[in-house]
């Protein structure tokens, strides 16, 4: 097929073609027809925080990056600022992976809460409008992958990055995370009493997400929207028929809304019921699949995997698809049954325990084991052809800016 050759060469040109425009116009909608359909016949590549592991997490140039090395979807984590706009990112502090620390305008912006039952300090992102995170720049958060792009990149909101997911010259699905939802709502206050969760789901509509997995408009704008906490996923159920995971950590972890109302349909005490054939066929009704810890798939001794449990025959048994993370291509990640080789990891994920999507901080390289280990049938109606002379245009309309 040589179109799979071809393809991401030009979407290198194409990015580099939009180099000098503005970031994030509003996303252009365009040519949806020709664009290149999302591929639904293997495991989904989900590109964990972009691809955070050649360039800083949750910054545009990470999405972008991943979208221009295959990524099915690209995920990410939604907090809030301080006035309320909907940003991108993980933690609840800014510490670990921006230069707040060199901002001595913010040096006694320092605090510390409860976050999950657990007293941290830090630079807290609830702290600090959106003015102020954009002052800040993103950095790794490994000190063993590439820091030339540290400083270069800043913080983005959750419309920016649908602008990226939108206006990829294919369609690139996201998988947007309802982060730390019970902190966010106890320091962030919405007018009309909204909650995070409203504005969360309010965003995703205002831009055309919607309709159930596989439906027209969810092929047309593809969505996985994830959670750890059980109550959010619940709440915006009648909001939103737009699929949704729930997300497993270890299961010695409560919850995150462990110590919320216990009255609350959704409330669980930890990890450990949540991986009950009765708490899944609770779930189901709500959820698509669920977003294990591979690890809670498959335990680890020793930095050798044991036996795998039944979490994934159970989870299909309640026809609900399993989406495990985070896939990372260091050895220091890499279990030793791998032979400190990534696409051995791939293999035994996929082919071995059946997963239906999985969570990487390398799309690019998962990108490959799929293409050489199970091509896409090539598309033979001639839009591999509208593609490229859509491609040509864009670099050209883009030269006039
Ligand atoms: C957090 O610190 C406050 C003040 O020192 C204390 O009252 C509270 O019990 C601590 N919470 C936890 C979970 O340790
Ligand atoms: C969702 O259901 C709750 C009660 O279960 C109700 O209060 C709320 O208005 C419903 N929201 C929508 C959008 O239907």
Redesign the pocket.
């Known amino acids: 097929m040589i179109t799979s050759r071809f393809v991401p060469f030009l979407f290198v040109l194409f990015i580099g073609g939009c180099v000098g425009r503005p970031f994030y116009p509003l996303p252009s909608k365009m040519a949806d027809s020709n664009r290149q359909p999302l591929q639904t016949s293997r495991p989904y590549n989900i590109a964990h925080r972009g691809s955070n592991g050649e360039l800083p997490e949750e910054t545009a140039a990470a999405y972008m990056r991943a979208v221009e090395e295959g990524a099915d979807f690209i995920e990410t984590d939604i907090l809030a600022s301080k006035d309320g706009v909907l940003i991108c990112f993980h933690d609840v502090t800014l510490d670990d992976t921006t230069d707040i620390s060199e901002h001595k305008q913010f040096a006694n912006r320092k605090r510390?809460y409860?976050v999950q039952?657990?007293?941290t300090t830090g630079w807290f992102i609830v702290d600090f409008t959106l003015k102020e995170l954009k002052l800040l720049r993103v950095k790794q958060r490994y000190k063993f992958r590439d820091q030339q792009y540290n400083g270069k990149f800043s913080i983005i909101t959750f419309e920016e990055y649908i602008s990226i997911a939108l206006d990829a010259p294919r369609v690139v699905g996201i998988y947007p995370e309802i982060k730390n939802p019970v902190f966010i709502n106890q320091r962030v206050k919405w007018s009309n009493g909204k909650r995070f969760e409203d504005k969360f789901v309010e965003t995703l509509m205002k831009y055309g997400y919607k309709g159930s997995y596989m439906s027209k408009d969810w092929l047309k704008q593809p969505v996985f929207i994830q959670s750890f906490a059980p109550t959010s996923l619940v709440y915006i159920s009648n909001m939103t028929d737009s699929p949704k995971i729930f997300l497993i950590d270890d299961v010695t972890i409560p919850t995150q809304d462990t110590n919320q109302d216990k009255m609350t349909i959704g409330y669980v005490q930890s990890y450990w019921e949540i991986t009950s054939d009765s708490y899944l066929e609770f779930i189901k009704e709500y959820v698509i699949g669920i977003g294990p810890w591979k690890d809670t798939v498959v335990p680890v001794a020793d930095n050798y995997l044991l036996t795998p449990t039944d979490l994934v025959s159970k989870a299909h048994a309640h026809d609900l698809q399993v989406h495990p993370y985070t896939y990372r291509n260091e050895n220091s990640f890499l279990h030793f049954n791998f032979h400190e080789d990534p696409y051995a990891e791939y293999d035994y994920w996929i082919n071995k325990i059946g997963v239906d999507g999985l969570f990487t901080d390398f799309t690019g390289s998962f990108h490959n084991f799929q293409e050489w280990t199970s091509p896409l049938s090539p598309v033979d109606d001639g839009s591999a052809s509208k593609l490229l002379h859509r491609i040509a245009l864009l670099i050209s309309s883009k030269g006039k800016i």
């Open positions: 510390t409860e039952g657990e007293n």
